[in-house]
């Protein structure tokens, strides 16, 4: 249980630092890296790919009766392969654009999310100090 709330309040704190990374690196800099900003977020399938084909590799390794779980997930990324394209322009109209506009243009949002880091970051210090003291 320990591991898992300090686990946890790893987590909420490194999601701050993304939370506050817009507010503290600025406009300026925002507007430079938002090619870069959305082609990781355009990535986002091929990393979904490689988490499934590992899992297929360690479902494969340690168990011998789930053909069905792997079978499943192959015909998935296979699925997935033959639409990246399209899953990448769906990503980048949908979730990058507009995110990158809304940091780039709300002052309000970005000053939002650094509200947001603030309270991750303190939960996750009060979880770590908790876990701490009890152990």
């Known amino acids: 249980m320990i591991k898992i709330f300090t686990i946890l309040g790893l987590i909420l704190q490194f999601v701050a630092f993304w939370f506050a990374a817009p507010e503290i690196l600025g ?10 900003i959305r082609e990781a977020i355009n990535k986002i399938p091929s990393l979904i790919s490689l988490i499934l084909g590992i ?11 789930s053909i069905f779980w792997v079978l499943l997930i192959t015909i998935i990324v296979a699925i997935q392969w033959k639409n990246t394209k ?15 506009n809304k940091l780039i243009i709300s002052q309000n949002f970005r000053y939002l999310l650094l509200k947001l880091a ?3 970051f303190t939960v ?12």
């Open 86 to 100: 399209r899953i990448e322009a769906y990503l980048d109209r949908k979730i990058s654009q507009p995110i990158m």
């Open 55 to 65: 899992v297929i590799g360690l479902l494969l390794y340690f168990t011998k009766s």
């Open 118 to 120: 603030a309270i991750f």
């Open 27 to 36: 406009v300026d800099w925002l507007k430079k890296a938002e090619r870069i």
């Open 124 to 135: 996750g210090f009060i979880i770590q100090l908790i876990i701490v003291v009890i152990s």
